[in-house]
């Protein structure tokens, strides 16, 4: 997608706001209080589809990333395993300054791996609400879009 995580976390926000919005809209209200009953179910219907494909999109940018962060955390850990057995051969032949060297990156090792389940934590959760508010859209789209002309005629009647 070439953004930045800030512009990411915007769309994703901007993405939820929207959706939220469109789950939340009463369509039947809103086409009996239009002069265009027709244009109007035609631009909830296309704005809704617009909806849905930026979830997948973003669904997909986040499995991406959950999958590198779960790569990340792996990498991290066996690299902390390795520094805590240099750490403990250090200990072992009362080296000192390996012992430091060994303990500050093992900290390190530590500090990437839980960053990396933090971020992955995060991109999963706001996985499921997108989730959430994809399959009420979608049903909610589905059932419009299927039923259009029956609902413009019961509106003209």
Known sequence: MGQSEDEIMNSYSTLLQNMKHYTDMDVLQ???????????????????????????????????????????????????????????????????INMEKYLKISLENEKCSVEARINYNAYDRMQSQIAYYFNILRNKYDYFYTYKYDILDSLSN
């Open 30 to 96: 809103y086409l009996k209080r239009t002069i265009y009953p027709q244009s109007a179910l035609d631009s909830f219907l296309d704005k809704s589809e617009t909806l849905l494909s930026a979830a997948n999109v973003l669904v997909i940018h986040f499995d991406n990333n959950k999958n590198e962060l779960v790569q990340q955390k792996n990498k991290c850990d066996d690299a902390k395993q390795t520094s805590d057995k240099g750490f403990s051969l250090a200990l072992k032949d009362f080296d000192s």
